[in-house]
């Protein structure tokens, strides 16, 4: 007797523990940079209510203590000074200075005092002092976050830049020379052309033509240690291929740890909780029903969901806690690139998530036509899984978005899900006849007799109108007499021929598989009276298909030659050019 199955409501208990049990397993993933975050919060509140004890205090708390007193009477002492110079300053300027010194004195004074009273307090001042609503400037926080990134890629570059910049630098002193050069050709063309007289005008040019050869000695002495630093950059240049393998190896020096313990963290989250998705399936009592109800739809897809977050969580928590804050900004920079362009997927995304949670055009346990074939709808999960009894093999595989715009129905179980099977014998519209020794969603493959194969493709075989000859079929062979045998052709000619084809069989062997054999007239002809001969036949003689043709037409001509019946060949009238005349004189008449 079958029992009745439970009502859903009944399940509701196992669905809500197996929800909150998931949402527990999910959250130790998430004890990164969020939950880090909001347990710093707490901890740093917990701070700053908590007085350490004067016990706790060490020596060096103490010594570290009196160090900021000193300071602080040093800077008291230093703005009374300041405050002093500025009540005797004679000028604007002067008064300004001391002001902006005075400032920083207060500045210094302010940063001392809050360092005393955090360490003195044993609390965060800061988080003591938050306000409650903090604005947030965007473009800070992204320059934040690409920080570690310019600064590597600036780090990458060092090399080129430099030698660069000591080109340019070597390019702007000689020019410097060069125009140091034509002063100086000036300046002593001014000395000898100075009459001895102007002394003073001779002692200027002179102390000019000093300072100018001053210059050129000094851009003369930088333009030699520009040029050695670019010989110098220029003699450790390496290959572009022993540049890339350094920088390879850094990187793996440096962050490579730390690259493949977030890449194997991420897999490793991502596989265990797909993993303990199919444990769930498999021990659980409303998943072993066999019957995915909307509620079990639901949660698979939040954990399928909660499976992607959980796993690039735990990368993310990697690189938090090892401090690799060049890689973190990679991964988020990734992410949120990830997620802009997934924006535009959205609509296609919901349409999928409709099919998983079985709303959607196709269902679950239908029929639908996919690539010309008939399937049954398996499964609708993160992929579609496809059933054809009758293909090898039977299960297909395919993303969701292959089967978003198809319909499915229902369907009845007396419907063939494929024209044949393996080892079964067909017959095609081009002729070709064969046993189907594979057949897949892709290919199908047939061997005629003599060993030849022959393939096609499922949906061109589909298309060829395969006739199944294995579950039995029917040869019709038309046999024409001699008008002679009119006045037998409709009782006895049949009746004679019909009992000589059953005793040829037996002798053949073949009887015990005909299923009929009947020999009627057929239509009378312009030169014969024709008999149809139908035989039917088991499926076990379908490999005979072509040898039973011809074994009945054998067996047809000895019946006509046992009993002298004649057959006629196809009369063809010839008529020459005088009887044409005689017929026309004729009817001329």
């Not at 998530?353 to 196709?362: A, E, R």
Request: charged share 25%; proline share 4%; aromatic share 8%.
């Amino acid at each position: 007797m079958i029992q009745p199955r439970k009502p859903i409501m009944m399940q509701q208990p196992y669905a809500r523990i197996l929800t909150v049990a998931g949402l527990m397993m999910i959250s130790v993933f998430f004890s990164g940079p969020v939950w880090g975050q909001v347990t710093e919060r707490r901890n740093a509140g917990e701070r700053a209510t908590k007085i350490v004890a004067p016990s706790a205090r060490d020596a060096a708390t103490i010594e570290t203590l009196k160090s900021l007193i000193q300071t602080r009477m040093e800077i008291n002492a230093q703005i009374k000074d300041t405050k002093q110079e500025r009540n005797v300053a004679g000028s604007d300027g002067e008064n300004t200075a001391t002001s902006v010194a005075l400032d920083q004195l207060r500045a210094k004074l302010t940063e001392v005092e809050s360092d005393f009273e955090s360490i003195a307090t044993g609390v965060d001042l800061e988080n003591f002092l938050l306000k409650s609503q903090e604005k947030i400037d965007w473009k800070e926080e992204l320059l934040t976050l690409l920080t570690p990134l310019l600064s590597e890629l600036k780090q990458l570059t060092d090399r080129p830049r430099q030698q660069e910049k000591l080109r340019s630098e070597i390019q702007l002193q000689q020019n410097q020379l060069a125009t140091i050069k034509v002063a100086l050709r000036n300046i002593d063309t001014l000395i000898q052309n100075t009459a001895d007289g102007d002394t003073r005008v001779k002692k200027a040019l002179e102390s000019l033509r000093a300072k100018w050869l001053s210059r050129e000695r000094q851009v003369t002495d930088r333009l030699k240690v520009d040029q050695y630093q670019l010989q110098e950059l220029l003699r450790q240049r390496q290959s572009i291929f022993d540049s890339s393998q350094e920088v390879v190896k850094s990187f793996f020096r440096s962050r490579g740890k730390n690259f493949i313990i977030a890449v194997v963290a991420f897999f490793a989250t991502f596989f265990l909780m797909r993993y303990v998705h199919r444990l769930v399936y498999r021990f659980s009592p409303i998943h072993r029903s066999g019957e995915r109800t909307f509620v079990i739809r639901v949660m698979d897809v939040l954990y399928h969901i909660l499976t992607g977050i959980g796993a690039t969580g735990a990368l993310l928590f990697v690189l938090y806690t090892v401090g690799d804050w060049l890689l973190l900004s990679f991964a988020i920079i990734f992410i949120i690139g990830v997620a802009w362009t997934a924006k535009a997927g959205l609509p296609m995304f919901w349409r999928q998530v409709q099919l998983m949670l079985n709303l959607g055009t196709v269902r679950e346990n239908e029929r639908i036509l996919f690539n010309g074939i008939p399937w049954r709808v398996a499964s609708l999960n993160v992929y579609a899984t496809l059933d054809n009894p009758d293909l090898r093999p039977r299960l297909l595989r395919v993303p969701l978005r292959d089967i978003l715009d198809l319909n499915s129905r229902s369907y009845d179980a007396e419907e063939p899900w494929f024209p044949c099977r393996i080892h079964e014998w067909v017959l095609l519209s081009d002729g070709n006849w064969g046993e189907i020794v594979s057949q897949t969603p892709e290919m199908v493959q047939l061997v005629s007799r003599g060993g030849s194969r022959i393939t096609y493709p499922t949906q061109d075989f589909l298309g060829l109108s395969p006739k199944n000859i294995s579950k039995g079929f029917r040869i019709n062979i038309a046999f024409g007499l001699d008008y002679s045998l009119q006045a037998f052709i409709t009782q006895a000619v049949p009746e004679k021929l019909e009992a000589f084809l059953r005793a040829k069989m037996e002798e053949t062997g073949y009887y015990g598989d005909l299923v009929q054999l009947k020999v009627e007239v057929a239509a009378a002809g312009p030169s014969s009276l024709d008999l149809a001969i139908i035989a039917d036949f088991s499926g076990k003689m379908a490999c005979y298909y072509n040898k039973l043709n011809r074994l009945l037409n054998r067996m047809a001509i000895e019946a006509c030659n046992e009993n002298e019946w004649n057959i006629p060949f196809p009369q063809l009238t010839v008529h020459t050019q005088e009887s044409l005349r005689f017929q026309t004189d004729r009817s001329l008449s």
